[in-house]
C-alpha cells in the first residue's frame, strides 16, 4: 500500500502562483509515475501533468508555459509550480500515483484526498 499526503492549494487572484505538493510513503517501487488531475464541477477528471521516475514530463496543453511539474526521488515527493493562474484552473486538484515492480507487469493506482484550488478575483 502507498499513502499519499498533499498539501497547498487555496484561493488566489488570476496571475497568482500556488505550489501543489505530494509526498508519497509506504511500499515505494522503484518504476513510478506520479502527477496531477483535476476536476472542475460537472466536468470529467482531467490530466494536468505526469513526471516518471526518470524526470520525463507530460503537460496538458492548456497549462503548458504556466505549470511546472518536479519531483524528488529521495522524498518521493512531486511538486506542481502554478503560474498565471486562470479563473478557468478552479478546480479540484488529486495527486496521482502509479507505480509497477517491472515494465510489463501490472501497475498499481492510488489517488490522493484532493485539494481546491479557486482562482478568483
Known amino acids: 500500500q502507498v499513502q499519499l499526503v498533499e498539501s497547498g492549494g487555496g484561493l488566489v487572484q488570476p496571475g497568482g502562483s500556488l505550489r501543489l505538493s505530494c509526498a508519497a510513503s509506504?511500499?515505494?517501487?522503484?518504476?513510478?509515475?506520479m502527477g496531477w488531475y483535476r476536476q472542475a464541477p460537472g466536468q470529467r477528471r482531467e490530466v494536468v501533468a505526469l513526471?516518471?521516475?526518470?524526470?520525463?514530463?507530460n503537460l496538458a496543453e492548456s497549462v503548458k508555459g504556466r505549470f511546472t511539474i518536479s519531483r524528488d526521488n529521495a522524498k518521493s515527493t512531486v511538486y506542481l509550480q502554478m503560474n498565471s493562474l486562470k479563473p478557468e484552473d478552479t478546480a479540484v486538484y488529486y495527486c496521482?500515483?502509479?507505480?509497477?515492480?517491472?515494465?510489463?507487469?501490472?501497475?498499481?493506482?492510488?489517488w490522493g484526498q484532493g485539494t481546491q484550488i479557486t482562482v478568483s478575483s
Open positions: 513526471i516518471s521516475r526518470e524526470g520525463d514530463t
Open positions: 509506504g511500499n515505494i517501487f522503484s518504476i513510478y509515475v
Open positions: 496521482s500515483y502509479r507505480q509497477t515492480r517491472q515494465y510489463g507487469s501490472t501497475w498499481e493506482e492510488y
